[in-house]
């Protein structure tokens, strides 16, 4: 999981769409 930044670009976009959409 450590040195996964495709992984964390995923979430961390998720985590912006889950905040911009409420």
């Given at each position: 999981?450590?040195?996964d930044?495709?992984?964390i670009?995923?979430?961390n976009?998720?985590?912006t769409n889950e905040?911009?959409?409420v």
């Amino acid at each position: 999981m450590k040195g996964d930044p495709a992984i964390i670009r995923t979430l961390n976009a998720i985590l912006t769409n889950e905040l911009t959409a409420v």
